[in-house]
């Protein structure tokens, strides 16, 4: 038996997000939000807490997962001797906690059913709040929790649809290609032109997306004529 193992059996393990790991790391205390701990797999969406089912199927025990909160809650203060930053920080409270995207939703003031917002980054991705009923696609989307303010608030949901590349394309047009030398540069070009002339480019350069779900489709350029 190695040394995790032997560990995590006497429940001195923890599989946790990135967002609990930074906070054990300033505060000692060990949560996740609702938002991170549904990217897991292991949450019932329904509910907002582990599915049994999933544990079973992960073959992980409850006990060595983070507890799943609201996103704002007294998720502690951050322990100065804990994390060796500076004194003016000790007893900072961390009141709350929010996946990626779902705080692009909450910042664009997503917060009522049928508000939609799309960020624009490496790849780009579309929510829309659905309310605080989950709605389940049958399109090749997905189903998120977009927040929860409070222990006595109700979690509103999300469905989305995310795009692989985005930006990312920008920039292999410009160092791949060498068909602009800035990315403002493309707004130049797309400008000059009325039409794309039925040339098409599918940059499925880390497969697709929402809604195939291809992970093994490959960048396409068609259309192409003397």
Request: aromatic residues 8%; negative net charge.
């Amino acid at each position: 038996m190695d040394i995790v193992e032997r560990e995590y059996n006497n429940d001195n393990v923890i599989f946790c997000t990135i967002d609990a790991w930074i906070l054990v790391n300033l505060t000692g205390k060990i949560m996740t939000d609702v938002t991170n701990a549904s990217r897991t797999m292991l949450v019932d969406i329904k509910n907002l807490e582990y599915s049994s089912i999933m544990l079973g199927v992960f073959d992980i025990k409850r006990s060595a997962l983070p507890d799943i909160k609201p996103n704002c809650f007294d998720f502690g203060n951050i322990n100065v001797s804990i994390t060796g930053l500076p004194e003016s920080l000790q007893q900072t409270k961390i009141a709350c906690m929010i996946g990626d995207q779902q705080s692009a939703t909450l910042g664009q003031l997503c917060v009522s059913k049928g508000d939609t917002k799309c960020t624009y980054g490496t790849g780009a991705f579309l929510i829309a709040n659905t309310g605080i009923e989950p709605i389940f696609s049958k399109n090749g989307l997905l189903t998120t929790p977009c927040f929860k303010l409070g222990i006595d608030e109700p979690a509103y949901f999300g469905l989305e649809g995310s795009i692989a590349v985005c930006a990312v394309l920008i920039n292999w047009l410009k160092d791949n290609m060498g068909i602009i030398s800035s990315p403002d540069e493309i707004n130049t070009k797309a400008r000059k032109v009325e039409t794309s002339s039925g040339l098409i480019l599918v940059p499925a350069f880390a497969g697709l997306f929402a809604p195939y779900w291809r992970t093994d489709a490959r960048g396409i350029l068609i259309g192409l004529t003397q």
